[in-house]
């Protein structure tokens, strides 16, 4: 048994990984949620801001995060709605821009009440990078002259009185990596003072953590936090659960816990083996 | 692998086939079902000046419904999603022409996506339209603000933008190195600036912090005091085992140690939100390959909501 483990195939790990992750799709397999300290944090920013507050909604994602962010984005766009809060999408990534149209089928299709323009509008993506976001904290029509579909700012009703990003109340952004969280905090949230939130993979979120809480209110650190923000939302506004696509990070939680304990088991044998091996002196 | 391996792989891989291709043979998974509504724009004068349909995707239990029909479009983009998955996935087992060729759409659609969407979001809008704004919004963008003008301070990016291109030209490719230098030179600039302000002077400030944290009560609250405390603690040992200017011996030698293990925390934590990460990702391709390619138990689907069945029922639902 010693030698089938010690020289076992990493494909076996590949499949094991495969089963404990698919069978909890299959067999929707979902645990409770209870909210952090951290992810109320973020649900009360958004919760306390009064009807009609400016909301950048700054997705920095690419379909490679989807997985993470996707339920991020959907419940930001939840909340904001059901808060009934003025949405401005905004992307620095050049795929994000089919995730921000997700966001805006979720208004379209679950807040038909909504309209476009004088509730919420999508700018688009801009390349630059942070050089986007500094010409925006002080003059967004420099940069932006149109929305994302070709219609000119000056023509759209909520973007009267909004001369930059300085004039929004709270800044949302969903990052997958540079330019994203880091940025807006460097550049926006630091020098002006900018209340900001964030939801940031979880390979980005041990980077966040330090701006915390005097540059950033809180950050929804991967899916995990993603599952809690969705259960929050759900619990301030119940008639959500009844919508299978607003439960989606809920729902990757099953596939998580069954993986996540085939990891620790993994990590335990592998060590079990190394210290059996350095015992019977077999240094291969 | 050897021999029996081998044999256990086969053999995953057949039962694999048989379920894909009873799954073909049933024809019940892989479609786009959509419904179409019309939508007019009227004229002035209330005549309608152009009409055309929307389509919006419906779930495949309410095919039989009047509106709805397959999506060809949208179907043929499912099974290239599916079967692409399935060739990166192939990599799994081992490099093959599956993976590379998968691996070359990708790249290639990524750069021409990122040409086009650049050529539209930012030069026409913003260099185009600003250097020649009526021109611009006559073949372009209708709905460039039509009170702009000409604003020439735009020419300057254009020449920069054309020297950056001298590059690709046999001769003079030097000129390409002096846009080049500008841009290091302005994004080392603001990049300096917001570095020392957000992660230098208040990650510093942020530091500064009481270690006996004092609850509403006036009393010490124990937990945020622990908390201040190690953080200070992790600030201090891990600037100093970064600070070679000492030999790391005794109290520095002490300290620098106790560095090590914030930083192993540190990278265990990161360890564990990429392991937490790659299990989503992995998750979200799996439902989209059983949820929406292969029609399995889909919960965002209302014919099999609530039901144990594995196995979406026949399109009737």
């Known amino acids: ?86 949405m401005y999408y905004m992307a620095l990534w050049p795929l994000a821009v089919p995730m921000i149209q997700d966001s805006i089928r979720i208004l379209e299709r679950e807040y038909p009440h909504l309209e476009y323009g004088k509730d919420y509008m999508n700018l688009g993506y801009k390349p630059g990078n942070e050089g986007v976001i500094k010409v925006v904290i002080t003059n967004i029509r420099k940069l932006y002259t149109t929305d994302h579909y070709g219609t000119g700012v000056e023509t759209i ?27 807006w905090v460097q550049y926006v949230a630091t020098p002006f003072n900018k209340r900001m939130v964030a939801g940031a993979t979880g390979v980005q979120a041990p980077q966040l953590y330090p701006y915390i809480p005097a540059q950033l ?48 088991l993994l990590v335990i044998l592998a060590n079990v083996i190394y210290f059996i091996g350095r015992r019977r002196g077999d240094t291969r | ?61 309410d095919h039989l419904e009047s ?19 399935l060739c990166i996935f192939s990599f799994l087992y081992g490099d093959n022409p599956f993976y590379k060729t998968a691996e070359s759409i990708v790249v290639g659609a990524s750069a021409a996506y990122l040409m086009v969407i650049g050529f539209w979001t930012q030069i026409i809008p913003n260099l185009i339209g600003n250097i020649v704004p009526d021109w611009t919004r006559a073949w372009a963008t209708p709905g460039l603000d039509p009170e702009a003008k ?21 001769v003079g490719g030097w000129i390409s190195r002096w846009p080049l230098a500008f841009f290091i030179g302005a994004t080392a600039g603001f990049r300096l600036i917001g570095f020392m302000e957000a992660d230098f002077v208040a990650q510093i400030r942020a530091t500064i912090i009481p270690i006996w944290v004092r ?17 200070i603690l992790g600030v201090i040992s891990c600037l100093i085992y970064f600070f070679f200017s000492l030999e790391h011996k005794g109290i520095v030698g002490r300290t620098a140690r106790l560095g090590i293990w914030f930083l192993m925390v540190t990278f265990g934590a990161g360890f564990g939100y990429t392991v937490m990460g790659r299990i989503a990702l992995l998750s979200q391709r799996l439902e989209f390959l059983f949820y929406e390619w292969l029609w399995l138990n889909n919960p965002t689907a209302d014919a099999v909501s609530g039901t144990a069945s594995l196995i979406m029922p026949a399109l009737g639902g």
Not at chain 1, 4 to 20: E, G, H
Not at chain 2, 44 to 51: F, I, L, N, T
Not at chain 2, 218 to 229: F, P
Request: charged letters at 20%; one cysteine or more; a positive charge.
């Open chain 1, 1 to 86: 048994m010693y030698e089938f483990l010690k020289t076992l195939d990493r494909r076996w790990v590949f499949l094991l990984m495969f089963l404990a992750v698919a069978t909890p799709i299959l067999l929707k397999v979902t645990f409770p949620e209870k909210p952090s300290a951290m992810v109320m944090d973020v649900f009360r920013a958004i919760e306390d801001l009064p009807e009609g507050s400016k909301v950048l909604m700054a997705w920095d994602v690419d379909p490679a995060s989807r997985g993470e962010l996707e339920p991020m984005a959907s419940a930001f766009t939840r909340h904001c709605a059901e808060k009934k809060l003025k």
């Open chain 1, 157 to 183: 009703p909520m973007m009267n009185g909004v001369s930059s990003v300085q004039a929004m109340d709270l800044i949302v952004n969903v990052s997958a990596g540079d330019p994203g969280t880091k940025q």
């Open chain 1, 217 to 264: 209110i809180g950050i929804l650190g991967a899916i995990k936090a993603a599952a809690e923000y969705e259960q929050a939302v759900i619990d301030g506004y119940p008639h959500l659960a009844r919508i299978a696509t607003a439960k989606e990070g809920l729902r990757r939680m099953g596939p998580q816990l069954v993986g996540h304990v085939l990891i620790v």
């Open chain 2, 1 to 61: 692998m050897n021999n029996r391996t081998n044999a256990v792989w086969a053999i995953i891989f057949v039962i694999a086939a048989i379920f894909l291709g009873w799954r073909i043979a049933t024809g019940n998974f892989g479609r786009i079902y959509v419904k179409g509504d019309p939508v007019s724009v009227k004229a002035e004068d209330g005549s309608v000046a152009a009409s055309w349909q929307t389509y919006t995707k419906v779930p495949p239990r």
């Open chain 2, 67 to 85: 509106g709805v029909s397959v999506s060809i479009p949208r179907t043929i983009g499912l099974w290239a999603s599916a079967i692409l998955t």
């Open chain 2, 150 to 170: 000409a604003d020439l301070v735009y020419l300057l990016p254009l020449i920069l933008s054309i020297m950056l291109l001298w590059r690709l030209a046999p």
């Open chain 2, 215 to 231: 609850n509403p009560a006036g009393g010490v609250d124990i937990w945020a005091s622990v908390g201040a405390l190690t953080m």
